[in-house]
């Protein structure tokens, strides 16, 4: 069974980034079916889908337009996790951050991390 | 914002049969379909069904889904208590290379 562990701080200041991690067990961020998604989640803009990455014979990385700018996902092969990097970040980022295991890259989202509640503040 | 279009609240009786719609554009539900994601309060959301209308193993046959040309439709059967919960559909938009979400329907079992 997949198991994603979130970890990072709850609370960032206005134009810092960004910085959580999401391990992984029972997969392996170096799979050649799975996708390893970040999605945010908040009231004014609901679910939104931040970006992915995934291996198949080389890395690949899909960014949200609406950060692209902003945003890096970097997988950790010895640490079987990946991470996510938001900078410049603005209340506006402030929504719980979840990591999500696509298994097949087919938008199934079959494991989801517990989700962590990062406030943009001073 | 939402990129796909979910009524806000669907309120039926215990029983009774809930269908949730969907609807995009000819980049997403109109191209592959959609998935359809359950979130209780609390919690984070949980697969109910892929673009293959598979159920990942746990999830109740009640749940089914269908698509017809850009949108796409969630039914639930026989409403149970636990199904009240909030109901997302998602798509993989070819316009965007990204993924996009629906606003997310507020399913009421009164």
């Known amino acids: 069974q997949v198991q994603l562990q979130q970890s990072g701080p709850g609370l960032v200041k206005p134009s810092q980034t960004l910085s959580l991690t999401c391990a992984i067990s029972?997969?392996?961020?170096?799979?050649?079916?799975?996708?390893w998604n970040w999605i945010r989640q908040s009231p004014s803009r609901g679910l939104e889908w931040l970006g992915r990455?995934?291996?198949?014979?080389?890395?690949?990385?899909n960014y949200a337009i609406s950060v692209k700018s902003r945003i890096t996902i970097n997988p950790d092969t010895s640490k079987n996790q990946f991470s996510l990097q938001l900078n410049s970040v603005t209340p506006e980022d402030t929504a719980v951050y979840y990591c999500a295991r696509d298994r097949t890259g087919d938008l199934h989202f079959d494991s989801w991390g517990q989700g962590t509640l990062v406030t943009v503040s001073s | 914002q939402a990129g796909l279009t979910q009524p806000p609240s669907v309120s039926k009786g215990l029983g009774q049969t809930a269908t949730l719609t969907c609807t995009g554009n000819s980049k997403n539900v109109g191209n592959q379909g959609a998935v359809w994601l359950q979130q209780r309060q609390g919690h984070p959301p949980k697969l109910l069904s892929d673009?293959?209308?598979d159920r990942p193993s746990g999830i109740s046959e009640r749940f089914s889904t269908s698509r017809s040309g850009k949108t796409a439709s969630l039914t639930i059967t026989g409403l149970q208590p636990e199904d009240e919960a909030d109901y997302y559909c998602s798509a993989w938009d070819s316009s965007l290379s990204g993924v996009v979400f629906g606003g997310g329907t507020k399913l009421t079992v009164l």
């Open positions: 990455t995934y291996y198949r014979s080389k890395w690949y990385n």
């Open positions: 673009w293959n209308n």
């Open positions: 029972g997969d392996s961020v170096s799979s050649n079916s799975a996708a």
